[in-house]
Protein backbone atom coordinates (compact mmCIF):
# COMPACT_ATOMS: atom_id res chain seq x y z
CA UNK A 1 0.00 0.00 0.00
CA UNK A 2 2.79 2.51 1.11
CA UNK A 3 4.76 1.35 -2.20
CA UNK A 4 1.21 2.49 -4.03
CA UNK A 5 1.09 5.84 -2.46
CA UNK A 6 4.47 6.69 -3.06
CA UNK A 7 4.13 5.89 -6.58
CA UNK A 8 0.84 8.00 -7.00
CA UNK A 9 2.37 11.08 -5.65
CA UNK A 10 6.04 10.91 -7.75
CA UNK A 11 3.22 10.73 -10.79
CA UNK A 12 1.69 13.86 -9.42
CA UNK A 13 5.04 15.75 -9.20
CA UNK A 14 5.78 15.21 -12.53
CA UNK A 15 3.08 17.02 -13.76
CA UNK A 16 3.70 20.10 -12.01
CA UNK A 17 5.19 22.83 -14.60
CA UNK A 18 8.87 24.12 -13.87
CA UNK A 19 8.91 26.83 -11.77
CA UNK A 20 9.49 29.25 -14.31
CA UNK A 21 6.19 28.22 -15.97
CA UNK A 22 4.52 28.90 -12.53
CA UNK A 23 5.89 31.97 -12.27
CA UNK A 24 4.83 33.42 -15.71
CA UNK A 25 1.25 31.98 -14.99
CA UNK A 26 0.86 33.50 -11.82
CA UNK A 27 2.42 37.02 -13.57
CA UNK A 28 -0.42 37.24 -15.97
CA UNK A 29 -2.90 36.20 -13.81
CA UNK A 30 -2.15 39.08 -11.63
CA UNK A 31 -1.79 41.00 -14.85
CA UNK A 32 -5.13 39.81 -16.46
CA UNK A 33 -6.77 40.56 -12.78
CA UNK A 34 -5.58 44.00 -12.02
CA UNK A 35 -7.88 45.76 -14.25
CA UNK A 36 -10.63 44.45 -12.72
CA UNK A 37 -9.60 44.41 -9.22
CA UNK A 38 -9.20 48.39 -9.78
CA UNK A 39 -12.17 48.74 -11.23
CA UNK A 40 -13.93 47.29 -8.53
CA UNK A 41 -11.90 49.18 -5.69
CA UNK A 42 -12.99 52.69 -8.19
CA UNK A 43 -9.44 53.32 -9.09
CA UNK A 44 -10.09 53.11 -12.92
CA UNK A 45 -12.27 56.08 -14.46
CA UNK A 46 -16.00 54.73 -15.30
CA UNK A 47 -15.83 55.57 -18.41
CA UNK A 48 -13.18 53.10 -18.67
CA UNK A 49 -16.54 50.94 -19.17
CA UNK A 50 -18.81 53.15 -20.25
CA UNK A 51 -21.83 55.13 -18.87
CA UNK A 52 -25.69 53.27 -18.90
CA UNK A 53 -26.31 55.23 -21.96
CA UNK A 54 -23.13 55.15 -23.96
CA UNK A 55 -23.20 56.42 -26.98
CA UNK A 56 -21.15 52.80 -28.13
CA UNK A 57 -24.79 51.08 -27.44
CA UNK A 58 -26.64 53.39 -30.17
CA UNK A 59 -26.93 52.34 -34.01
CA UNK A 60 -27.66 55.85 -36.01
CA UNK A 61 -26.67 57.69 -38.65
CA UNK A 62 -25.06 61.21 -39.71
CA UNK A 63 -28.33 64.09 -40.46
CA UNK A 64 -27.75 67.56 -40.86
CA UNK A 65 -28.87 69.96 -38.37
CA UNK A 66 -31.57 71.49 -40.69
CA UNK A 67 -33.08 67.91 -40.71
CA UNK A 68 -33.19 67.71 -36.60
CA UNK A 69 -36.60 67.61 -35.51
CA UNK A 70 -39.05 67.62 -31.83
CA UNK A 71 -38.72 64.27 -30.30
CA UNK A 72 -35.22 62.99 -32.47
CA UNK A 73 -32.39 61.51 -30.26
CA UNK A 74 -29.19 62.53 -30.99
CA UNK A 75 -25.64 61.85 -30.02
CA UNK A 76 -23.85 64.84 -28.69
CA UNK A 77 -20.24 65.07 -27.17
CA UNK A 78 -20.20 61.61 -26.27
CA UNK A 79 -23.84 61.48 -24.87
CA UNK A 80 -27.22 61.07 -25.70
CA UNK A 81 -30.27 63.53 -26.04
CA UNK A 82 -33.82 63.53 -26.83
CA UNK A 83 -34.53 66.97 -28.46
CA UNK A 84 -37.47 68.88 -26.71
CA UNK A 85 -37.67 72.19 -28.50
CA UNK A 86 -36.20 72.82 -32.16
CA UNK A 87 -36.28 76.47 -33.70
CA UNK A 88 -34.64 77.82 -36.82
CA UNK A 89 -33.27 81.13 -37.09
CA UNK A 90 -31.59 83.46 -40.19
CA UNK A 91 -29.12 85.25 -39.60
CA UNK A 92 -28.75 86.99 -42.78
CA UNK A 93 -25.10 86.48 -44.60
CA UNK A 94 -24.00 84.80 -41.19
CA UNK A 95 -26.27 81.86 -42.41
CA UNK A 96 -28.79 79.57 -41.09
CA UNK A 97 -29.06 78.30 -37.55
CA UNK A 98 -31.42 76.15 -35.51
CA UNK A 99 -31.55 76.44 -31.72
CA UNK A 100 -32.01 72.98 -29.58
CA UNK A 101 -32.84 71.89 -26.45
CA UNK A 102 -32.19 68.92 -25.46
CA UNK A 103 -32.91 66.41 -22.86
CA UNK A 104 -29.64 64.17 -21.52
CA UNK A 105 -31.21 60.89 -21.56
CA UNK A 106 -28.94 59.43 -19.05
CA UNK A 107 -29.24 62.15 -16.14
CA UNK A 108 -32.34 64.23 -17.30
CA UNK A 109 -30.20 67.29 -17.13
CA UNK A 110 -31.48 69.92 -20.08
CA UNK A 111 -29.37 71.95 -22.17
CA UNK A 112 -29.42 74.42 -24.95
CA UNK A 113 -27.20 73.75 -28.30
CA UNK A 114 -27.14 75.85 -31.52
CA UNK A 115 -26.26 73.86 -34.35
CA UNK A 116 -25.80 74.74 -38.34
CA UNK A 117 -28.11 73.76 -41.00
CA UNK A 118 -25.29 72.08 -42.89
CA UNK A 119 -23.62 70.44 -39.90
CA UNK A 120 -23.50 66.52 -39.53
CA UNK A 121 -25.63 65.55 -36.66
CA UNK A 122 -25.30 61.92 -35.13
CA UNK A 123 -29.00 60.93 -35.25
CA UNK A 124 -29.92 57.63 -32.91
CA UNK A 125 -32.61 55.38 -33.87
CA UNK A 126 -34.71 54.16 -30.96
CA UNK A 127 -37.45 51.42 -30.90
CA UNK A 128 -41.11 52.48 -31.00
CA UNK A 129 -44.02 50.56 -29.46
CA UNK A 130 -48.17 51.54 -30.06
CA UNK A 131 -49.84 51.35 -27.42
CA UNK A 132 -54.09 52.28 -25.90
CA UNK A 133 -53.97 55.40 -23.82
CA UNK A 134 -56.14 54.35 -21.07
CA UNK A 135 -56.64 57.05 -17.82
CA UNK A 136 -54.25 59.82 -15.94
CA UNK A 137 -53.95 59.44 -12.43
CA UNK A 138 -51.31 62.23 -10.70
CA UNK A 139 -48.14 62.58 -13.06
CA UNK A 140 -48.91 59.00 -14.26
CA UNK A 141 -50.17 57.98 -17.49
CA UNK A 142 -51.37 54.30 -17.92
CA UNK A 143 -51.58 52.50 -20.90
CA UNK A 144 -52.28 49.07 -22.35
CA UNK A 145 -50.17 46.96 -24.49
CA UNK A 146 -52.83 45.99 -27.19
CA UNK A 147 -52.39 42.30 -28.15
CA UNK A 148 -51.32 41.37 -24.75
CA UNK A 149 -53.45 43.50 -22.52
CA UNK A 150 -50.34 43.80 -20.46
CA UNK A 151 -51.04 47.61 -18.82
CA UNK A 152 -47.94 49.53 -17.71
CA UNK A 153 -47.31 53.34 -15.70
CA UNK A 154 -45.12 56.12 -17.31
CA UNK A 155 -44.61 59.85 -16.04
CA UNK A 156 -46.73 62.31 -17.72
CA UNK A 157 -43.65 64.09 -18.44
CA UNK A 158 -42.67 61.39 -21.47
CA UNK A 159 -45.53 63.35 -23.32
CA UNK A 160 -44.89 66.70 -22.95
CA UNK A 161 -47.23 69.28 -23.95
CA UNK A 162 -48.65 66.80 -26.13
CA UNK A 163 -50.30 65.28 -22.90
CA UNK A 164 -53.51 67.51 -23.37
CA UNK A 165 -54.83 65.77 -26.70
CA UNK A 166 -54.68 62.66 -24.93
CA UNK A 167 -58.28 60.81 -25.06
CA UNK A 168 -59.85 57.10 -24.24
CA UNK A 169 -58.66 54.61 -26.59
CA UNK A 170 -56.24 56.70 -28.26
CA UNK A 171 -53.28 54.74 -29.50
CA UNK A 172 -50.16 56.54 -28.41
CA UNK A 173 -46.40 55.56 -29.40
CA UNK A 174 -43.30 55.37 -26.80
CA UNK A 175 -39.93 55.12 -28.34
CA UNK A 176 -37.66 52.99 -26.00
CA UNK A 177 -33.97 53.35 -25.40
CA UNK A 178 -31.66 50.29 -24.05
CA UNK A 179 -35.17 48.78 -23.14
CA UNK A 180 -36.44 51.98 -21.13
CA UNK A 181 -39.19 54.10 -21.83
CA UNK A 182 -37.29 57.62 -22.86
CA UNK A 183 -40.36 59.61 -24.44
CA UNK A 184 -44.09 58.99 -26.07
CA UNK A 185 -46.24 60.78 -28.99
CA UNK A 186 -50.01 61.47 -29.32
CA UNK A 187 -50.94 60.91 -33.41
CA UNK A 188 -49.63 64.01 -35.30
CA UNK A 189 -53.62 64.40 -36.53
CA UNK A 190 -56.00 64.73 -33.57
CA UNK A 191 -59.69 65.88 -34.00
CA UNK A 192 -61.06 68.11 -30.93
CA UNK A 193 -64.19 70.23 -30.44
CA UNK A 194 -64.51 74.18 -30.25
CA UNK A 195 -65.76 74.60 -26.90
CA UNK A 196 -65.58 78.39 -26.84
CA UNK A 197 -65.41 81.09 -29.64
CA UNK A 198 -65.94 84.65 -30.73
CA UNK A 199 -68.22 85.47 -33.12
CA UNK A 200 -67.21 85.80 -36.70
CA UNK A 201 -68.36 89.44 -38.31
CA UNK A 202 -67.94 89.31 -41.85
CA UNK A 203 -66.21 92.31 -43.97
CA UNK A 204 -63.79 93.92 -41.16
CA UNK A 205 -60.95 93.42 -42.84
CA UNK A 206 -60.19 91.89 -46.32
CA UNK A 207 -57.26 89.46 -45.07
CA UNK A 208 -58.50 86.68 -43.45
CA UNK A 209 -57.68 87.02 -39.15
CA UNK A 210 -56.93 84.28 -36.86
CA UNK A 211 -58.98 83.73 -33.55
CA UNK A 212 -58.10 82.17 -30.50
CA UNK A 213 -60.58 79.42 -29.50
CA UNK A 214 -60.94 77.16 -26.30
CA UNK A 215 -60.96 73.42 -27.71
CA UNK A 216 -62.73 70.83 -25.49
CA UNK A 217 -59.30 69.56 -23.79
CA UNK A 218 -58.39 73.04 -22.64
CA UNK A 219 -55.86 74.17 -24.78
CA UNK A 220 -56.50 77.37 -26.93
CA UNK A 221 -54.88 77.60 -30.31
CA UNK A 222 -55.66 79.87 -33.13
CA UNK A 223 -58.08 79.16 -36.16
CA UNK A 224 -59.75 80.76 -38.98
CA UNK A 225 -62.79 83.35 -38.04
CA UNK A 226 -65.74 81.30 -39.66
CA UNK A 227 -64.91 78.06 -36.94
CA UNK A 228 -67.62 78.85 -34.24
CA UNK A 229 -68.51 76.83 -30.92
CA UNK A 230 -69.21 73.29 -31.27
CA UNK A 231 -67.34 72.74 -34.72
CA UNK A 232 -64.97 69.82 -34.52
CA UNK A 233 -61.53 71.05 -35.80
CA UNK A 234 -58.51 68.49 -36.77
CA UNK A 235 -55.36 70.32 -34.73
CA UNK A 236 -51.62 69.38 -36.06
CA UNK A 237 -50.34 68.02 -32.01
CA UNK A 238 -46.58 69.29 -33.43
CA UNK A 239 -47.45 72.96 -33.29
CA UNK A 240 -50.61 73.33 -32.28
CA UNK A 241 -51.85 74.59 -35.83
CA UNK A 242 -55.34 74.27 -36.99
CA UNK A 243 -55.61 72.16 -40.12
CA UNK A 244 -59.44 71.85 -41.19
CA UNK A 245 -62.66 71.45 -39.90
CA UNK A 246 -63.63 68.18 -39.62
Not at 1 to 6: C, L, N, P, V, W
Not at 15 to 21: E, F, G, K, N
Not at 71 to 90: M, S
Amino acid sequence: MQTARRRLLRALLSLRPPPSSSSSIRTLARGASEPLNRALDGSLPRATFGAPWAAIQTRGAKVLGSDVRLGNVIQRKGRIYQVLKAQHTQHGRGGATIQVELRDVDNGNKVIERFRTDEAIERVFVEEKSFTYLYQEGDSVALMEPSTFEQLEVPRELFGKAAGYLIDDMTVTLQYYDGKPMSASVPQRVTCTVVEAQPYTKGLTAAPQYKRVVLDNGLTVHVPPFVEAGDKVVINTTDDSYMTRA
